[in-house]
């Protein structure tokens, strides 16, 4: 079937392929901040935020497979990483090597709606490269985020993620 003219199971439009992604525009702590509140205490760009120098954001993307697709589909979320290994992302920021470096350990900093708590979820950060965003894999087997990053989903799958905003 021809994907780009497949009727949407949601809403019965047709999209192209690329136009919707499930995206996360800051974590979820800066998004609930009051407006003077966070202008005071957050460095924030779209790549990473700071929060009171305690909170350290890094914005990422969660790569799922899909049934008779050869793309992922990413979701584009955040995640709070430690301050230590905060810097070491920094300095590797312009690194072509990068993706050498081990992964770290994360924690999920968004809430996807409709499934069970994803904020605060544990995780493990991949860097792929200076101008591809860090790769997140979901590490607790128990969440149904875990089985459709590893068992993979199918467009009908898609179609829920992209009509959650
Ligand atoms: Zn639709």
Redesign the pocket.
């Known amino acids: 079937m021809n994907e780009e003219r497949r009727i949407?199971s949601?809403?019965g439009?047709f999209?192209p392929q690329a136009e919707m992604e499930l995206a996360f525009r800051r974590p979820d702590l800066v998004c609930e901040l009051p407006v003077a509140e966070r202008e005071a205490d957050c460095l924030e760009s779209d790549d990473i935020c700071i929060l009171r120098k305690e909170h350290y954001f890094i914005r990422a993307v969660l790569p799922m497979p899909v049934a008779d697709r050869k793309e992922p589909y990413r979701i584009g979320l955040w995640v709070e990483v430690d301050k230590v290994d905060f810097q070491r992302v920094h300095a590797l920021w312009d690194d072509p090597a990068q993706a050498d470096e081990p992964p770290f350990a994360v924690r999920i900093a968004n809430h996807i709606p409709q499934l069970p708590q994803t904020l605060g979820l544990s995780a493990s950060l991949q860097l792929t490269g200076r101008t591809t965003r860090p790769e997140i894999s979901i590490g607790d087997p128990a969440h149904p985020l875990y089985t459709e990053q590893q068992d993979g989903i199918d467009m009908g799958r898609i179609?829920e993620y992209?009509?959650l905003f």
């Open positions: 949407c949601v809403c439009e999209h179609d992209n009509h």
